[in-house]
């Protein structure tokens, strides 16, 4: 491994409580969980091997990764459930720091908590902030031609690394034009968002608003808000169009 490839990797100690549960069991428990910034998107948690109380069966499988060396696998059990292949620790990590840590697979547990508080998708990054932002800029929302909706009350949600999201009143949107949908999306930063589809006279264009009902506490200023997806609508902003955003979400 280069020295440059080692750089990539962030890794920090955070100061919050994490405890990872898995059938009404607490699997993991720690006040120093390590945060690893094994991709630039978000981080993921590595807890000290110590601070582990499941059993963690080796697997006898290994997985390669090309910054962190080779893994060794393990089952995660408790006296009442097991995840398969859920635990894995990398000895021999050039990155000493790494080598009695443990990383458990986020979607493998039921419930993680920091402090007392549950989070979803993944570990809150601390180098992200989202700031809500009451305006009076006029945004319009197009689709096919025909105007989706019309604002001049928009709550512009400003997330680092991501584009601006306009946030608009339900009275300011087509109603007539949504079909609820299935889809369902969570954040750790905003919470759980319900979708709709979008049909105009060309076409049904699935999932591409949503709306937080009920925000986490940090994004209450959102909650009951419409918001389109930039990437696949067209944005007039003070009546200027806006490109369409480039983002995984396109």
Wanted: charged share 25%.
């Amino acid at each position: 491994m280069s020295e440059h490839s080692r750089e990539e990797i962030h890794v920090e100690t955070s100061g919050k409580r994490l405890r990872a549960v898995l059938g009404g069991r607490v699997v993991a428990d720690t006040r120093q969980p390590v945060l690893v910034w094994e991709h630039p998107y978000y981080p993921t948690y590595y807890v000290p091997a110590a601070d582990v109380r499941a059993e963690l069966k080796d697997t006898g499988e290994a997985r390669h990764s090309q910054r962190l060396g080779e893994g060794t696998i393990h089952d995660v059990v408790t006296d009442s459930n097991s995840a398969p292949s859920a635990a894995i620790n990398y000895r021999d990590c050039p990155l000493t720091q790494l080598r009695d840590l443990i990383r458990i697979d986020w979607n493998s547990m039921d419930e993680w908590f920091e402090e007392d508080e549950p989070v979803y998708v993944h570990p809150r990054d601390p180098y992200k902030r989202v700031d809500v932002l009451a305006s009076s800029r006029h945004v319009e929302v197009r689709l096919d031609g025909t105007t989706v909706a019309d604002s001049n009350q928009p709550r512009i949600l400003f997330e680092t690394g991501l584009p601006p999201r306009y946030y608009l009143p339900l009275t300011d949107v087509r109603m007539d034009l949504l079909r609820a949908s299935d889809h369902v999306t969570r954040c750790p930063y905003k919470g759980t968002a319900t979708y709709w589809n979008v049909v105009t006279d060309q076409a049904e264009h699935t999932n591409v608003v949503w709306i937080y009902r009920t925000p986490l506490p940090e994004s209450q200023r959102i909650a009951g808000l419409v918001c389109f997806y930039d990437e696949r609508v067209d944005v007039h902003l003070d009546g200027e169009h806006q490109q369409r955003s480039d983002t995984p979400f396109g």
